[in-house]
């Protein structure tokens, strides 16, 4: 047999092999990945909505709403338990003249160790608010009031990404659908301004959110159920404080904007938004993180999954778990060099299950290491 020949041969047996069993291979891989790699701290009792950590690494939690849980925020530890934050008054939402929290869902700290967190009064009907506790010291920093039109009458405040240098926060409203908006506030002054509302680059798409195979749906006060599409929700600074990321939870683009323009007052509405510019795909994602290297770390919902948006804008599958992480729906970095997320079967509480609430605990918190284990591209 002739050398060419025979060398050809051999070539082509080896990419037999490689496409007749690369798959198995590749999905023996993955599961191996995700087993080594993703660590539970601790499962939890009751579903949690975001996530946040401190420089010391104390975990605080708010509890999401749709399960109507007694406390709003929480201490979380490695043992299960939570401890009401910052004190029970607040964490239970019984002060008498409605300043404690009601309903929250963003939280994050800044670099001061100030706890912020998005209280968007939909449970009892207070009006929305920032809250900055201080973890350290142990008191209470500020109140920012976001009332009308600040926070129109469907509004829906979900998300923020805090600029501690800035001393500004930014905030995702989905709001409505149509009507969704960032909401931009200066934390030293109080004053707040909602722009882009109505955007491509918040509103939702003509995307169905389908896990484990079957569709999410809210059940409407009349009987009937819709699938529901939702705006603007991931939403993360870079490490830099120069680029603001974020775009709709039903949607495949993620969408980015420099900060500085954000804060900049003097933009025109269409001025400002010919400066937002398309990023990278996406899937259907809740919230999300951004580290140091530039990678986005999201949840992908429909794949019971966790993945990552690269620096090269590439997205990657890191994480599939359909028992670990159902509803992953947000994200914080420790400095013990882990990125810290939590699953909360979100898509199986009455609200997103057409009234029936199928959500059994245990809930999860977990960690794992930086993104350079991504191991599949999508």
């Given at each position: 047999?002739?050398?060419n020949?025979?060398?050809?041969?051999?070539?082509?047996?080896?990419?037999?092999?490689?496409?007749g069993f690369?798959?198995?291979?590749?999905?023996?891989?993955?599961?191996?990945t995700s087993?080594?790699?993703?660590?539970?701290?601790?499962?939890?009792?009751?579903?949690?909505?975001?996530?946040?950590l401190?420089?010391e690494?104390r975990?605080?939690?708010?509890?999401?709403?749709?399960?109507?849980?007694?406390?709003?925020?929480?201490?979380?530890?490695?043992n299960?338990?939570?401890l009401?934050?910052?004190n029970?008054?607040?964490?239970?939402?019984?002060?008498l003249?409605?300043?404690?929290l009601?309903?929250?869902?963003?939280?994050?700290?800044d670099?001061?160790?100030?706890?912020?967190?998005?209280?968007?009064?939909?449970?009892?009907?207070?009006?929305?608010?920032?809250?900055?506790?201080?973890?350290?010291?142990?008191?209470?920093?500020?109140?920012?009031?976001?009332?009308?039109?600040?926070?129109?009458?469907?509004?829906?405040?979900?998300?923020l990404?805090?600029?501690?240098?800035?001393?500004?926060?930014?905030?995702?409203?989905?709001?409505?659908?149509d009507?969704a908006a960032?909401?931009?506030?200066?934390?030293?002054?109080?004053?707040?301004?909602?722009?882009?509302?109505g955007?491509?680059?918040?509103?939702?798409?003509?995307?169905?959110?389908?896990?484990?195979?079957?569709?999410?749906?809210?059940?409407l006060?009349?009987?009937?159920?819709?699938?529901?599409k939702?705006?603007?929700?991931p939403?993360?600074?870079?490490a830099?404080g120069?680029?603001?990321y974020?775009?709709p939870?039903?949607?495949?683009?993620?969408?980015?904007?420099?900060s500085?323009?954000l804060?900049?007052?003097?933009?025109?509405?269409?001025?400002?938004?010919?400066?937002?510019?398309?990023?990278?795909?996406?899937?259907?994602?809740?919230?999300?993180?951004?580290?140091?290297?530039?990678?986005?770390?999201?949840?992908?919902?429909?794949?019971?999954?966790?993945?990552?948006?690269?620096s090269?804008?590439t997205?990657?599958?890191l994480?599939?778990?359909?028992?670990?992480?159902?509803w992953?729906?947000?994200?914080s970095?420790?400095?013990?060099?882990?990125?810290?997320?939590?699953?909360?079967?979100?898509?199986?509480?009455?609200?997103l299950n057409?009234?029936?609430?199928?959500?059994t605990?245990?809930?999860?918190?977990?960690?794992?290491?930086?993104?350079e284990s991504a191991?599949?591209?999508?």
């Amino acid at each position: 047999m002739p050398a060419n020949l025979r060398r050809f041969l051999l070539i082509a047996v080896a990419l037999i092999l490689v496409i007749g069993f690369g798959g198995l291979n590749q999905s023996n891989a993955r599961s191996q990945t995700s087993s080594s790699k993703l660590e539970v701290v601790t499962e939890l009792s009751q579903a949690p909505g975001n996530i946040a950590l401190n420089s010391e690494n104390r975990i605080f939690l708010s509890l999401h709403q749709f399960f109507q849980p007694e406390l709003r925020v929480v201490e979380a530890f490695s043992n299960g338990a939570l401890l009401p934050f910052p004190n029970k008054a607040w964490s239970q939402g019984n002060d008498l003249n409605r300043v404690a929290l009601d309903a929250v869902l963003g939280i994050q700290t800044d670099a001061n160790d100030i706890v912020w967190m998005l209280d968007n009064g939909l449970r009892d009907g207070s009006i929305p608010k920032l809250v900055g506790w201080d973890s350290q010291g142990d008191r209470l920093v500020n109140i920012i009031y976001l009332p009308s039109p600040i926070t129109p009458e469907n509004a829906f405040i979900n998300d923020l990404a805090v600029d501690t240098d800035k001393n500004y926060i930014y905030i995702a409203d989905p709001a409505g659908g149509d009507n969704a908006a960032l909401i931009v506030v200066n934390t030293r002054t109080g004053m707040a301004r909602r722009v882009l509302e109505g955007h491509q680059s918040v509103v939702p798409e003509d995307v169905e959110l389908v896990i484990d195979g079957k569709p999410v749906q809210r059940q409407l006060p009349d009987g009937s159920v819709v699938k529901p599409k939702v705006g603007v929700n991931p939403i993360a600074l870079d490490a830099a404080g120069e680029w603001l990321y974020f775009g709709p939870m039903h949607g495949t683009s993620m969408y980015r904007l420099r900060s500085a323009d954000l804060r900049d007052a003097s933009l025109r509405e269409e001025q400002l938004a010919a400066r937002v510019e398309r990023y990278s795909d996406k899937p259907i994602c809740d919230g999300i993180a951004m580290d140091t290297a530039g990678n986005i770390y999201l949840g992908d919902l429909s794949e019971n999954a966790i993945g990552v948006i690269t620096s090269d804008r590439t997205y990657k599958l890191l994480f599939r778990d359909d028992k670990k992480l159902p509803w992953v729906d947000a994200f914080s970095l420790g400095n013990d060099n882990y990125v810290y997320t939590v699953s909360n079967q979100l898509h199986r509480s009455a609200v997103l299950n057409a009234g029936e609430n199928e959500a059994t605990p245990p809930f999860y918190l977990l960690r794992f290491p930086p993104a350079e284990s991504a191991i599949e591209t999508r």
